[in-house]
């Protein structure tokens, strides 16, 4: 059985940002029936793997099943991520992070600047991330609907979710201004740390 991860903060803690109704619906409602529909999904599974080894191993399942499998998986998945990319007070990338960012982007400006352009751009429901290959190098991408990175062979660093439910409330169609003030409340801490362990296997 999966669960629901923690909440890193409290239901106001994005405020106002991201004000506390929106975070409790987005949470108890919305994330909570991806791993509920996860779980009854594999009910009678025999197959045991963590959260991110089920997009890698999608073809063990049957058929039928793998659609919603993987749909639902990446629904936690790329919400748990969501949740890690922000905090009641923001960071910005540290170490090896911040290097790399400097290197492919020129600055975490230019970066942040590229980043928003991209989300901005997302047609429909999804994602826009920020991943990195095996060898370290980064990318900016938009996946719609629950699509997860992992299933490219990618590592998702930092996200924004880009559906309606995760900014309606509060913005209605104002969704530009929803991933501009994102920002006040971006968090790289999950980001630099993941970045850093990547990059150290690899040495």
Partial sequence: MYKLMKLPYPFDGLSPDINQQTVTIHYTKHHKKYVDNLNEALKYSNLHYSLKNIPKHIDEYPLPDRGTILYNAGGVLNHDLYWYSMNVNPSYPKGKLLDKIKSQYGSFEQFKNIFVDRAKHLVGSGYTFLVTNENGELTIMNLV???????????PLFTIDLWEHAYYLQYQNNRDEYINNFWNKANFDYASKEYENIVNKKQ
Avoid: A, D
Wanted: aromatic share 10%; net charge negative; proline share 9%.
């Fill in 145 to 155: 609907n629950q699509e997860t990175p992992i299933s490219y062979n990618l590592i």
